[in-house]
């Protein structure tokens, strides 16, 4: 089976735009995850999406937004980008709920703001 | 909400010694702490988990301990090999819970010099 792909992987931003990233779960998995992962504050969960439902969010601000397809497929956008959003962004999918089955990450988008 | 702490933040052994990282989790009603590896530019890989069901579990040189009393698990790798040489996360979950995602560690950085 293919593995957990996100796209793009790599994403120059200035302040203020938006931008979209797009996690493919694989075959089968029904939640996606999401965390954002900086050197000093390590990984830290954004938001689960369990078929097309948001069933956990992390303490983000509602720039930080996402959604989940009938396909699993997942987006999560950022609006009004701002410096400290620079971050590598991991999706990780799971076959049924997060914490019961294993999550398998994604190789990430790594954004940076300028 | 579950507060993960995982020391310690970096640790130097020289090959074939053993390695121990610690974390100790503050809701006691988790019940999953799964370990991740991250070798620089990857994607985090699961290497072990524990459910709170059971007290150690062993994988080849790896094992991981659960003292539910203290509320803490550690990593333990012996005959540690250069290839160990990676960012390793703890994390712990309520599955089956309302707040089921995963709560990481900051991360122990791992250095085995040959």
């Known amino acids: 089976k293919a593995g957990v792909t996100q796209t793009p992987r790599y994403l120059i931003k200035t302040r203020g735009q938006q931008v979209t990233l797009s996690c493919s779960p694989i075959s089968g998995h029904r939640s996606v995850s999401w965390y954002q992962q900086t050197p000093g504050q390590g990984l830290q969960f954004l938001f689960e999406y369990f078929s097309e439902t948001q069933r956990n969010k992390g303490n983000f601000p509602g720039r930080f937004s996402g959604r989940q397809f009938s396909n699993s497929r997942s987006e999560m956008n950022v609006s009004t980008l701002e410096l400290g959003d620079s971050a590598l962004y991991l999706c990780?999918?799971?076959?049924?709920?997060?914490?019961?089955?294993?999550?398998?990450f994604g190789p990430g988008t790594r954004l940076t703001v300028l | 909400g579950e507060n993960v702490e995982q020391h310690p933040s970096t640790l130097s052994v020289q090959e074939g010694d053993s390695a121990v990282i610690k974390c100790t989790y503050s809701?006691?009603?988790?019940?999953?702490f799964p370990w991740y590896k991250q070798e620089l530019g990857k994607r985090p890989q699961l290497i072990i988990d524990?459910?709170?069901?059971?007290g150690e579990k062993k994988d080849q040189r790896i094992a991981v301990t659960l003292n539910k009393t203290a509320k803490h698990f550690s990593l333990h790798i012996t005959e540690t090999q250069p290839e160990d040489s990676a960012v390793y996360f703890c994390?712990?979950?309520?599955?089956?819970?309302?707040?089921?995602?995963?709560?990481f560690g900051k991360g122990t950085k791992l250095s085995v010099k040959p």
């Open positions: 994390a712990a979950t309520n599955y089956g819970g309302s707040q089921g995602n995963l709560i």
């Open positions: 990780a999918s799971s076959l049924v709920l997060a914490g019961e089955d294993t999550q398998y």
């Open positions: 809701d006691s009603a988790s019940n999953y």
């Open positions: 524990i459910r709170s069901n059971v």
